[in-house]
């Protein structure tokens, strides 16, 4: 098996694809975003509430590959308990890092694991496909 | 038939890549040397525009061109070369029937019937023309093997029904659905029924006479030929009736500010230059294929299934989607929980091209209750050693993600 394949999915991918942070569903909650890639057909739907302009209680539900679903599953983890200003920032360095190779430094090590992802271009989408509609979601409000 | 090894000799692609485990012919077939030095020769010493020219370089190639159509005629075993219709594939033949044929025929409380398996080119086309004129798709259902419930269809036969539209060969799931009888009884009703040949018109001996369908729709690229060239057969009678959809040069007889009449078919579906080196290369593609026996190919692609399902058998937590007996080249399957586009990047890596998705059937997909699947697809080129190194990747892939 490929090295630079098995380094994308290493311990990262393949553990939040599995115990994926927060996975379920929350009808009640006050913000819902939907992620959904229509030429593959993963779809997650994102759930939080804001409280004086903080992210809480994220959850997310939905159906894709692994490093769609891991990748969804790290933003949820780090969403929780920030700042709109804050979590923005963090979508935005997220971002960069994976569409550049030493864009951002010091990023968290659940971040770098989706870097390898650079390498398998028709797989980019999966591991941004969450962060992209929060980045809209933030250019909005 | 001939040894693959000598066939696989005929495309220039394996020279390029002796690593590629090629497992993806039914979203494309690789193309011939004749075919890919026949498009460039075309152009090199025989390019011009067809018909109006008087020159010899444009009368040769109006005659070429229309050459062409007689083989594909031939082929497919039309009556005439006039039931030809060049279109730019599956997809704008399928379109051309509905809006040109079809939409006129069709009234509030008509029906149209398709099956659970269509491609989304052989179900939306007629979504849409259902839509605007107020009639209903109906959707024949499959049996638990994925095979169309042939009693179901039968009942949902009546004097309503104004089209049937049918795959031959299933994209997602290989099976090889029962067209003539379908078609013998859609015929008791008058119902006319158009054949997606995308898959079968180089598996099968596809003849339209024998099979007595009154459309076929097929693409020139899955049959050793360019993208963008397709085929429209349609029965005389029905090209009289059916309607340009498209206007413009080289489809008119006579033209005046107020009036245009059009042309005989097939001319009058074939507005503006057309692309006239995919036909080239089309005919080069039918002279290709006419060189085997589709019997053979045919027998080829089943051994070619049953060698898969052997080795996968080995392979823990595969399921195979589609479980018909009479099946072609196609194997679709699931591989425990693992997402078919991780199974693809992973295959891709080790240089086995295979497929990963909904192949065009999202409605299916939701009918099996799946999001995707692998599929692995052959054609006359494929090897079983291509297939074992699928199987043996597949093990990897299933102990590297439990």
């Known amino acids: 098996m490929n090295p630079r394949l098995k380094e994308l999915y290493k311990s990262v991918i393949l553990k939040h694809s599995k115990e994926p942070v927060n996975y379920e569903k929350r009808e009640d909650a006050g913000e819902h975003i939907d992620a959904y890639n229509s030429l593959c057909g993963d779809r997650f739907q994102l759930y939080f509430d804001l409280e004086e302009g903080k992210i809480k209680d994220v959850s997310f539900h939905g159906y894709g590959c692994a490093i769609s679903k891991a990748s969804t599953s790290v933003l949820v983890k780090f969403l929780e308990g920030k700042s709109l200003g804050e979590a923005q920032v963090m979508v935005k360095e997220y971002l960069d890092s994976l569409s550049v190779e030493g864009e951002v430094i010091d990023l968290p090590e659940e971040f770098e694991a989706f870097g390898a992802a650079r390498d398998f271009p028709g797989r980019m989408k999966c591991a941004t496909l969450a962060w992209e509609e929060m980045a809209d979601y933030f250019e909005k409000e | ?402």
């Open chain 2, 1 to 402: 038939m001939r040894s693959v090894i000598d066939i696989r000799r005929d495309f220039p692609i394996f020279k390029q890549h002796p690593g590629l485990a090629y497992l993806d012919s039914a979203a494309t077939s690789h193309k011939p040397e004749a075919v890919i030095e026949g498009i460039a020769n075309f152009y090199r010493s025989e390019n011009s525009n067809i018909h109006r020219g008087i020159y010899d370089l444009a009368a040769q190639t109006s005659a070429k061109y229309e050459a062409v159509r007689k083989n594909v005629a031939d082929l497919i075993g039309a009556e005439s070369e006039k039931e030809i219709i060049y279109t730019s594939g599956t997809t704008d033949s399928i379109n051309l029937v509905a809006h040109g044929f079809l939409a006129e025929r069709l009234n509030p409380g008509d029906e149209v019937l398709i099956t659970a398996m269509e491609h989304h080119a052989n179900l939306i086309p007629w979504q849409m023309v259902c839509k605007w004129r107020g009639a209903k798709l109906r959707i024949i259902p499959l049996n638990e093997k994925g095979e169309i419930d042939m009693a179901v269809y039968k009942d949902m036969l009546s004097e309503r029904v104004k089209m049937l539209a049918v795959v031959h060969i299933s994209n997602s799931l290989g099976c090889i659905n029962p067209v003539e009888e379908m078609i013998a009884e859609a015929h008791k009703f008058d119902i006319p029924v158009l054949l997606d040949g995308a898959q079968s018109i180089t598996h099968l001996p596809v003849d339209v006479r024998s099979l007595d369908c009154d459309f076929l729709a097929f693409s020139g690229h899955k049959m050793f030929g360019p993208t963008g060239i397709g085929v429209l057969y349609g029965k005389a009678a029905y090209l009289e009736e059916m309607q340009p959809v498209r206007f413009g040069g080289d489809m008119i007889r006579l033209v005046s500010y107020e009036e245009t009449t059009f042309a005989p078919f097939p001319q009058k579906f074939e507005a503006g230059t057309t692309n006239i080196a995919g036909v080239i290369g089309l005919g080069y593609a039918v002279d290709y294929l006419s060189n085997f026996d589709r019997v053979e190919i045919h027998k080829r692609m089943k051994e070619l299934r049953s060698y898969a399902l052997d080795k996968l058998a080995d392979v823990p937590d595969i399921r195979i989607i589609g479980q018909s007996d009479h099946s072609s080249g196609i194997v679709s399957f699931m591989l425990g929980n693992v997402h078919p586009h991780d199974i693809a990047t992973f295959l891709g890596t080790e240089q086995i091209a295979i497929r990963a998705g909904h192949h065009c059937t999202q409605p299916l997909m939701n009918l099996l209750e799946i999001p995707a699947t692998t599929r692995a697809s052959f054609s006359i080129y494929s090897r079983e050693e291509e297939i074992d190194r699928l199987a043996a990747e597949l093990k990897n892939i299933h102990s590297f993600f439990s």
